[in-house]
Each structure stands twice: as structure tokens, then as C-alpha cells.
């Protein structure tokens, strides 16, 4: 069954440290990735896709990802963490023509 | 910008009433999505619609219907609030169906059922 794994309900970084969430996804094929990010009472906004070419995706507000099909894993990696990208993020994948499938999210808090 | 608007950002209701959840998008989208959103849980599929007057069901349809007569509004329906669907709805639209398309999202309506 096809099937988003982020398996960081919660992390805490200090202001200005380096952060990465993990996600993991179960496929047949090569997906239609995705990481989006909800601040609170907010609804979710997308940071950035992937779906061909460079593995490497650079996203807005300096996140970027990286796909590895060996690993099955679309992770999201920022080099220096600020204080309002506290938030919840959610990976999400598009295998279909219409339906797309949610991780259950990853809340991050910053420590100033 | 695409803008996807939803009637209400909170929502007090009893159990047993009727409830009516309204979405809006200004873009021409042909997709939209109604989602529910519990801690822990993620985003659940509840509902979509892939044109006017078509919808499929998603992942937890029960207890819920909806309504597309303008392919603008997508409306979603309580027909009998109950207290289990005390939760986040999220509205969301894309242009067309092709799975690498973004989708956008409403603000949410944060919906209590007493």
C-alpha cells in the first residue's frame, strides 16, 4: 500500500542550527514528492516538489530536499534554523492522478 | 496569487445539527479537496471533486457529503454533527489532475461539535 513515514512527531533546534525531517515513502514507482508547512492557525503552504531531474531541490525560505530512491526518502534539510520557522511540516506524495498522500507531520520548535 | 477562502475560521456546534462548511477558490481550479486534520493523524482525504457536479470519496467519507454546483465552491456537509468530528477541515484546490501538481490550501475552519 502506498504510504508517507515521518517518523519525528516532535524536534527541537536551537536558533541557528542546522535541521533535517525525515521522510520516508512507500511506492511503486517513482513518486510526485512534496513538503509543505503549516504555521499555526494557518493553513499549509507548499515549500517545494519534486518530481523529475536533479534529486537536489531547493525550496523557499532556504529549505531544500533531497530524493533518494535507494532509500526511499525524501528529507528536508535547512542549514540555519530561525526562530519563525517554527512550525508543522508535512511530506506528501502524489502518486496518482488525483489523490495525494500526507505523512502525519512533524511539529518543530526553535529555542531562541 | 491563488486565493481558496473558507467561510469560517472557528465553529461552535451541537450535536445533531446540521453543518454547512463552505470553500471558495478564485483560480479556475478543477480540483478540490476537503481534508481533515487531527494531531497525530495527519491530513485525511474525506472527500474530493474533480469537476462540477462530480465527487469521489476519500479515505473517511462516512458522516459527511458534499456539493459542487459552481466549479468555484466546494461545500462540505455534516448532515447530523456528532462530537468525533470535532477537529481542523481543511479545503484545497489544484488545476488540473496530474499528481505533481500543488495543491492549495484554505486557512482552515477549526470546527467543535458540543
Known amino acids: 500500500a502506498q504510504s508517507v513515514t515521518q517518523p519525528d512527531i516532535h524536534i527541537t533546534v536551537s536558533e541557528g542550527a542546522s535541521l533535517e525531517l525525515r521522510c520516508n515513502y512507500s511506492?511503486?514507482?517513482?513518486?510526485?514528492l512534496f513538503w509543505y508547512v503549516q504555521s499555526p492557525g494557518q493553513g499549509l503552504q507548499l515549500l517545494l516538489k519534486?518530481?523529475?531531474?536533479?534529486?537536489l531541490v531547493q525550496g523557499i525560505k532556504g529549505f531544500e530536499a533531497e530524493f533518494k530512491r535507494s532509500q526511499s526518502s525524501f528529507n528536508l534539510r535547512k542549514p540555519s534554523v530561525h526562530w519563525s520557522d517554527a512550525a508543522e511540516y508535512f511530506c506528501?506524495?502524489?502518486?496518482?492522478?488525483?489523490?495525494?498522500?500526507f505523512g502525519t507531520g512533524t511539529r518543530l520548535k526553535v529555542l531562541a | 496569487d491563488v486565493k481558496v477562502t473558507q467561510s469560517s475560521r472557528y465553529l461552535v456546534k451541537r450535536t445533531g445539527e446540521k453543518v454547512f462548511l463552505e470553500c471558495v477558490q478564485d483560480?479556475?481550479?478543477?480540483?478540490m479537496f476537503w481534508y481533515r486534520q487531527d494531531p497525530g493523524l495527519g491530513l485525511r482525504l474525506i472527500y474530493f471533486?474533480?469537476?462540477?457536479?462530480?465527487?469521489e470519496k476519500g479515505d473517511i467519507p462516512e458522516g459527511y457529503s458534499v456539493s459542487r454546483e459552481k466549479k468555484e465552491r466546494f461545500s462540505l456537509i455534516l448532515e447530523s454533527a456528532s462530537t468525533n468530528q470535532t477537529s481542523m477541515y481543511l479545503c484545497?484546490?489544484?488545476?488540473?489532475?496530474?499528481?505533481?501538481?500543488?495543491?492549495?490550501f484554505g486557512p482552515g475552519t477549526r470546527l467543535t461539535v458540543l
Open positions: 484545497a484546490s489544484t488545476p488540473r489532475r496530474l499528481a505533481r501538481d500543488t495543491q492549495y
Open positions: 511506492y511503486g514507482a517513482t513518486p510526485y
Open positions: 519534486y518530481f523529475s531531474g536533479d534529486t
Open positions: 506528501a506524495v502524489g502518486p496518482g492522478t488525483y489523490k495525494y498522500i
Open positions: 483560480m479556475d481550479h478543477e480540483n
Open positions: 471533486s474533480y469537476d462540477v457536479k462530480m465527487k
